[in-house]
């Protein structure tokens, strides 16, 4: 029994019910992870209906045992995902880096509540962004997105899905406890309109095969254990085979393929949404639940004359410095506001450090609100 929602149908769904739906749609058949609050509901959905579609779930008895195996389950071909908070995506790290270096597409949702430590298991924070780019230790390679509402929380898991196919690259998808808890009525779009990539085989045959081999777009083709190819994998530095390889030249090669697959797709991997920027002379930049907030606040200023527009990072990282860059020479000033002490705001500075650029933080649990964005906006 099939008992996946219906397109061009209206529903009334929680950020973390989308998140499931847009999983589905992108071809994910395998869940393994551990419930933790606020991101329990997607393994709640899960459970239900991966076997119904001939897929996979499994509770684990922890969140690192949860990254193996979606990463054994990507290794056999099969699309997976985890999903977690906190303290869980603190312990994925390790296993997190070992699909770094071993380029295993995997998706890994962390909806993200108050720390450190337990901190506040259902109130929302922004707080795990530098985590998400730099969690697991040494220079690696990975694609940071972030959700907003329940209709992004749908389709940009997709794209989350395509981009870790395309790029052999773990996607770590942004949410946090608004979004994820936030009912919203949603008409998921047909599936024929919203582009689901799939991973590019090897056209050789067996005994030619290098999985990790350079190429134009330096990403190799990926062949599926157990499908006659293979295969050695290893978290330990290695050449074009996989076997272990610590020679300066190989180590140089495989850092700099890493990131120049990323960097060669950024027009492809770096999403942005905007909202009355053409002639915007102050620019508020946000990213996840905070951009709601953000919206609203525009338009009061608006309202009061002044030329304010919004710019929405879906993807933080590689962040898009091309967009900021442009948007901070066009506005006479910006202001990042953020449930966090400063974060996103370091990497907007770092874009254009002669700009003038304003900070808002919340970090008591509790949302920013649209008020308290347009009264800082007046302000400027």
Known sequence: MDNSLDVNKKYLLQGNQAIVEGALAAGCRFYAGYPITPSSEIAEEMSLKLPRLGGTFIQMEDELAAMGAIIGASLAGVKSLTATSGPGFSLMQENLGFACMTEVPVVVVNVMRGGPSTGMPTSPAQADVMQARWGTHGDHAVIVMAVSSVSDAYEITIHAFNLSEKYRVPVILLADEIVGHTREAITLPPNKKME??????????????????????????????????RHHVTGLMHDSKGYPCFRPDVVKAFHKRMYRKLAGGAGDIQMTKSYMLDDAEVAVITFGAVSRSAVRAVKMAREQGIKAGFLQLVTLFPFPK????????????????????????????????????????????????????FEKLMNM
Do not use: H
């Open 322 to 373: 091309t967009v900021v860059d442009s948007l901070l020479r066009q506005c006479r000033a910006a202001l990042v506001p953020e449930m966090n002490m400063g974060q996103i705001v370091r990497e907007v500075r770092a874009v254009n450090n002669q700009a003038v650029i304003k900070q808002l933080n919340r970090f008591d649990g509790l949302m920013i609100t649209p008020n308290q964005i």
């Open 196 to 229: 689901v990539f799939n991973r590019i085989t090897p056209s050789v045959p067996p005994e030619w095969y290098e999985p990790y081999e350079d190429n134009s777009r330096g990403v190799p083709p990926m062949a599926a254990m157990g499908s006659g190819y």
